[in-house]
C-alpha cells in the first residue's frame, strides 16, 4: 500500500522520543509555503517524553505559528512519525514537503500517528512533519548514515 508519490520513506509511531532536533530543512502543511527552506533560521525542537518541550527559532513568527499549529488538539504536541527518507533521486530541499521528506535522512512529525500504518493507539487531527539536513543515523550500533548518505 502506498500514500504518496514520490516514494521513499521508512515510518514508524514511536513508542518512546526524547532529545533535541533541529529543524534546518523544511515544516510542513501550510507552514512550509509560508516559511520555506529554513536553513538560516532553523527550528530547534526540545522533546521530552514524546512531548515538545521547548521550541527556539530567530524567526519568531515560525515559532509562535508552529506552537498554535501543535497546540491544536492533545495529541498534536506528541511525536507521531519518526521517519527515514528513501528516495536517493531527491538531493535537495525543493520546498515541497512530499518530496523534502523522501531525501535520506530524517525526519519526524508531530500530531496524527497513522495508526492504520503504525499500530499505534491514539490519534491527533493534526500532523506537521519537520525535514533536517545532514543526519548520522546508527541502529544497534552500527552507522548506517553519515551527513545524510547511506553507509549500506
Known amino acids: ?6 516514494g521513499g520513506e521508512i515510518f ?9 532536533f533541529v529543524v534546518d530543512g523544511v515544516v510542513g502543511d501550510y507552514l512550509c509555503e509560508r516559511f520555506g527552506d529554513l536553513q538560516s533560521a532553523p527550528l530547534t525542537i526540545e522533546v521530552e517524553n514524546n512531548r515538545i518541550r521547548s521550541l527556539r527559532s530567530e524567526n519568531k513568527d515560525l515559532r509562535d505559528e508552529f506552537r498554535a499549529y501543535t497546540s491544536t488538539d492533545e495529541n498534536s504536541n506528541r511525536v507521531g512519525e519518526f521517519a ?11 520546498g515541497h514537503i512530499l518530496q523534502d521528506e523522501k531525501i ?14 503504525t499500530g499505534a493507539n491514539w490519534v491527533s487531527k493534526t500532523h ?11 541502529f544497534d550500533g552500527e552507522q548506517v548514515m553519515r551527513a545524510g548518505r547511506f553507509l549500506v
Open 1 to 6: 500500500k502506498w500514500g504518496n508519490l514520490p
Open 12 to 20: 514508524t509511531a514511536p513508542m518512546s522520543t526524547n532529545g533535541t
Open 84 to 94: 527515514i527518507g528513501t528516495n536517493t533521486a531527491c538531493t535537495h530541499i525543493i
Open 104 to 117: 535520506p535522512g530524517v525526519h519526524i512529525a508531530f500530531g496524527h500517528p497513522y495508526a492504520e500504518h
Open 128 to 138: 506537521i512533519d519537520c525535514v533536517g539536513r545532514d543526519f548520522d543515523v546508527w
